[in-house]
């Protein structure tokens, strides 16, 4: 029998959590949350997961909550981001692609346009019910219309870039697909200030509407998707220069660093195997003036994540002068893989007939100013294989290097402190966890008498107070496609195919547990696995009415279809 000290312990401990329960009911000790999201942040781009990019405050996040090594997102943008904002699978919740990839014959299909649909309910949406105040500052690409705009979407007030991407420095577009750049302020087209820079610019603004509602004791739900680092990769000298000599020797010698530094901080496992993604250039085969260009791609490259980091910084001291820094949520990721894209050739020349639209616009790539104003700098597919190493590949490949990125938890309810996790989460795990977190309920499918999409993620809150249970079970599957990228995981496994990989149009089965780095397909080696993995996606796509892609179906061509660069 119970010791009374012990039976009297119990019931003040059951007291308190009943008292803490009933005041986050009332409003009085709800906690704040900051959800920060990186724009083609590869796997390894942050110190705490072995990058020689300095985050110290992303570092002093993951030192005061947990760091999870085997999360999983979306291999592009806006489906991530839809994904996140209302744990709801991306051929449910409108936006199975990026709009501007998605091809005619798609999208005359209602769950194929691109847009978050009137079927979901975002989690700012459910915060802002609740009492919350709820802002947005950064890139939005989930609409552009005014009901579709983050000021229609549960945020009380919002800056927002509703393209792919935009100029960190000036008001125009980065690429000749659109006309302009198309800002919102609080829903109105929105004027950027002369002396704008997009990650000092977003968290100027979260500071600006945290204070005008700070006296009124209500919480906070700040959602701070940055531009850093989508292309252009743009920073100031200062801190690019921070960098200079860093990647002299090349992606070859850098990815190995990063998977060494990744091993020794306990991100993935001792002798991770890494495979070379195919198509990568072999760095000695460069010129000397082509290798100078590269490193100084990645140096701005640095000095963006080195930049972004700063900022938030900005905004962690201020929530210390405030006293709200303890009561405050935070949660850190990336939306996909870094970019491979190669809009700058080899020679630092703008590629894809680019350079007379560079003309035009104003656009440069000199050495001497790469990532200030009026330059454009994309650090291109081998420099990317150095942001996801050890993993394959990089965006919009579902191989791991365009799917798994950081994620950072730490805050009230996060009991775990200054560690690593390899448990497996998904992008749809996100939203019923933080909204447990601060003890919301998350809808199941009916929100104020109408049916809507069910969210399909796991609530891991309980995992962050301490719990060890595995957060999905070993039979679980959970499917991805995306312009006909495809993956299955379960449990520690994952079935994938990469449709736009090189001479490569085969399914694979891999142990991304003791193998992150893909390198050891098990397809042959476990056929009965394999098989019924297979079964599992092919259920998927059919519960999800996933479309399959028009023969000869290439992204890059879809997203410049009709474009004029002259």
């Known amino acids: 029998m119970a010791s009374k000290s012990l ?7 059951s007291l308190a959590a009943g008292s803490f329960n009933c005041a986050i009911a009332q409003g009085q000790t709800r906690p704040n949350i900051v959800l920060i999201l990186a724009d083609d942040l590869g796997f390894t781009d942050i110190s705490p997961f072995g990058s020689e990019i300095n985050t110290p405050n992303i570092a002093e996040l993951a030192a005061a909550g947990v760091s999870f090594t085997n999360y999983h997102t979306a291999g592009s943008c806006a489906p991530a981001r839809a994904m996140l904002l209302t744990g709801v699978d991306s051929h449910r919740n409108g936006v199975p692609n990026i709009p501007e990839a998605l091809p005619p014959e798609q999208q005359q299909y209602e769950n194929y346009q691109g847009v978050l649909n009137d079927k979901v309910v975002t989690l700012s949406t459910i915060l802002q019910d609740a009492g919350y105040h709820t802002y947005m500052t950064g890139k939005w690409h989930l609409g552009h219309t005014p009901e579709l705009l983050p000021s229609s979407r549960g945020f009380d007030r919002t800056i927002a870039m509703a393209d792919t991407g935009a100029d960190n420095w000036d008001q125009r577009p980065y690429l000749p697909i659109y006309e302009q750049a198309n800002w919102y302020a609080d829903g109105e087209r929105h ?3 002369d002396d704008f820079y997009s990650s000092k610019y977003f968290i100027d603004k979260t ?6 509602n700070e006296a009124d004791d209500e919480p906070f739900f700040a959602y701070v998707p940055f531009q850093a680092v989508h292309m252009p990769v743009q920073a100031p000298k200062e801190f690019s220069d921070k960098y200079a000599g860093v990647y002299d020797e090349g992606w070859a010698v850098m990815r190995e660093k990063r998977r060494l530094a990744a091993e020794a901080a306990g991100v993935v496992p001792r002798n991770t195997e890494a495979i070379v993604t195919p198509g990568t250039i072999e760095w000695d085969s460069l010129s000397e003036e082509q290798k100078i260009h590269h490193a100084r791609r990645m140096e701005v490259y640095a000095g963006m994540v080195d930049a972004m980091d700063m900022h938030i910084g900005r905004l962690m001291d201020y929530l210390k002068e405030i006293g709200e820094f ?11 893989g870094a970019e491979g894209s190669n809009l700058i050739g080899v020679n630092g020349r703008a590629a894809l ?5 560079f003309d035009r616009v104003g656009y440069n790539s000199d050495l001497e100013t790469l990532g200030e104003a009026n330059s454009f700098n994309a650090i291109g597919p081998n420099n990317a294989t150095v942001a996801a190493s050890p993993l394959a590949y990089y965006k919009f490949y579902a191989s791991e290097g365009g799917l798994r990125v950081p994620l950072v938890m730490s805050g009230p309810g996060i009991s775990k402190q200054n560690e690593k996790t390899d448990e497996f989460v998904f992008v749809t795990d996100l939203a019923p966890t933080i909204l447990s977190l ?3 309920e998350a809808h199941d499918g009916n929100w104020k008498g109408d049916s809507i999409e069910e969210i399909i993620g796991t609530d891991f809150s309980q995992f962050l107070r301490g719990d060890e249970s595995d957060i999905h079970s070993a039979s679980e599957a959970i499917g991805y496609e995306l312009g006909g990228n495809r993956a299955l995981f379960k449990g ?3 079935l994938v195919f990469n449709r736009s990989a090189v001479n490569d149009q085969n399914w694979h089965l891999f142990n991304i547990k003791t193998d992150p780095g893909e390198a050891r397909d098990l397809a042959q080696i476990e056929p009965e696995r394999y098989a019924e993995m ?4 092919e259920e998927y796509e059919s519960s999800n009415n996933v479309l399959p892609m028009p023969e000869g179906y290439i992204q890059r061509r879809e997203i410049f279809r009709g474009v004029q660069f002259n």
């Open 7 to 13: 039976l009297v312990t119990a019931a003040l401990l």
């Open 191 to 193: 004027t950027l200030p």
């Open 207 to 212: 500071i600006e509407f945290i204070a005008e």
């Open 326 to 336: 303890e009561n405050t949520i935070f949660v850190f990721t990336s939306d996909n």
């Open 353 to 357: 007939g680019m350079g007379n639209w």
């Open 438 to 440: 601060v003890d919301l």
């Open 492 to 494: 520690d496994y994952k």
């Open 534 to 537: 297979l079964s599992d996606y």
